[in-house]
């Protein structure tokens, strides 16, 4: 199993990856990302033989708006887009888009499943003629206080349904378990039961504010711009058992990479100053460059995660 980093690719990066000991990386591949479907073919080249001399493998690309979103231009133009990935997967030999289920929010869950179902058909169908998994990731992308989900995708329950309706070898999740902790799920059981469709992981750690949380309930605020309940931590540093994570990963026979996705915003508090955070692309582009968080992140695991064999 590889250790790395889910990442924005800049040549500084992969400096900062190959001196800190990481082993690959999921490229974020958003429009304004260094690595995206508009890219030359010699820029391309640029970056794979870089990542290539420096032993850092590509565990997969990730690309996650709302596939499903409301807002049918909206829409639209992300399922456009994630055609445009799964062409950028083949052109880079990956095997694996990480992305998120999407959501009609104006509509109960079970409700949205036959246009999920559509949209991931035609994802799966032409990613499977390359080779390449979709793997959904497991963040509700919820808003607390109008309670709008943009991925439908986030518990076992659903996860359940969404394979039994879509039966495809190559639909599958991406585990995140900092996501479960403060929704009250069981990440141990869940990596137990649907460890054969675990393509991808990414290690990012969560503290529960019990303080808050006993304030506020399991909504979170509603008025104000208080703190939320909950916070994203660097590996090590929040409620996640990692060995027994780890443990139930290797039970399974999880053989994939672990990246760690890095949004402690204790570490990143002088970074953040401006920053529209509403937009993805300035979350990864802007977290995976603040190395204290990456550096605790790594020396946590390291110990933890079963190397790779060469």
């Known amino acids: 199993m590889r250790l790395g980093m889910y990442c924005n690719y800049t040549e500084k990066t992969a400096e900062f990856a190959t001196r800190v000991g990481f082993e690959s990386m999921e490229l974020a591949v958003w429009s304004r990302s260094t690595v995206n479907p508009k890219i030359s073919d010699a820029d391309l080249a640029k970056v794979l033989k870089d990542l290539e001399h420096r032993d850092i493998e590509i565990s997969g690309i990730g690309f996650y708006p709302n596939h499903l979103h409301p807002n049918k231009p909206e829409a639209e133009e992300a399922q456009a887009y994630m055609y445009e990935v799964i062409e950028l997967a083949r052109r880079m030999g990956v095997t694996v888009i990480g992305t998120h289920g999407g959501n009609n929010y104006f509509r109960s869950i079970e409700d949205n499943i036959p246009e999920w ?11 499977a003629k390359y080779g390449i998994k979709i793997a959904l990731e497991n963040c509700p992308m919820c808003d607390f206080k109008t309670m709008f989900r943009n991925n439908l995708a ?157």
């Open 117 to 127: 179902k559509e949209v991931f058909y035609g994802y799966c169908d032409k990613a």
């Open 154 to 310: 986030y518990s076992p329950e659903i996860w359940a349904v969404l394979f039994d309706v879509l039966p495809a070898e190559n639909l599958g999740l991406e585990f995140d378990p900092a996501h479960m902790i403060w929704q009250g799920l069981d990440y141990v059981q869940a990596v137990l039961d649907f460890g054969d469709k675990i393509f991808h992981v990414h290690a990012k750690d969560v503290e529960v504010m019990k303080k808050e949380w006993g304030r506020y309930g399991m909504f979170g605020p509603q008025f104000g711009d208080h703190p939320k309940h909950w916070r994203g931590r660097s590996v090590g540093w929040g409620d996640v058992d990692w060995p027994k994570f780890i443990s139930a990963l290797v039970e399974v026979g999880y053989d994939g990479n672990m990246d760690v996705e890095h949004e402690d915003k204790v570490f990143l508090k002088q970074m953040l100053k401006g920053l529209d955070l509403s937009e993805e692309q300035n979350l990864i582009n802007n977290f995976s460059t603040e190395e204290n968080g990456m550096i605790l992140a790594y020396n946590h695991l390291r110990p933890l995660v079963p190397p790779y064999k060469r």
